[in-house]
């Protein structure tokens, strides 16, 4: 998680602390589609892994990222 809430940290500005497990990308961050595009490019560098862009629209919360982005690493 900390790891993720560093990506959206220098992508949007919100504080590290902000970037919680259950808050909705959009709904609760005011994450858009282009920014949500940015932090999913930048977590593939970070952590390795793939995420192709149909996958994208499934991830809702933050828990959801973490989740799909432990997920492949571990395939």
Same mark, same amino acid.
């Given at each position: 998680?900390? %790891?993720?809430?560093? *990506?959206?940290?220098?992508?949007? %500005?919100? =504080?590290?602390?902000?970037?919680? =497990?259950d #808050? $909705? @990308?959009? !709904? +609760?961050?005011?994450? +858009? $589609?282009? $920014? /949500? /595009?940015? *932090?999913?490019?930048? =977590?593939?560098? #970070? @952590? %390795?892994?793939? *995420?192709? !862009? !149909? !996958?994208? #629209?499934?991830?809702?919360?933050?828990? +959801? =990222?973490? +989740?799909?982005?432990?997920?492949?690493?571990?395939?």
């Amino acid at each position: 998680l900390a %790891g993720l809430a560093e *990506i959206v940290n220098e992508e949007t %500005g919100l =504080a590290v602390e902000a970037v919680e =497990a259950d #808050k $909705s @990308f959009t !709904d +609760d961050l005011d994450i +858009d $589609s282009i $920014s /949500m /595009m940015t *932090i999913v490019v930048n =977590a593939e560098k #970070k @952590f %390795g892994v793939k *995420i192709p !862009d !149909d !996958d994208v #629209k499934d991830l809702v919360t933050v828990q +959801d =990222a973490v +989740d799909y982005i432990n997920k492949a690493q571990e395939a």
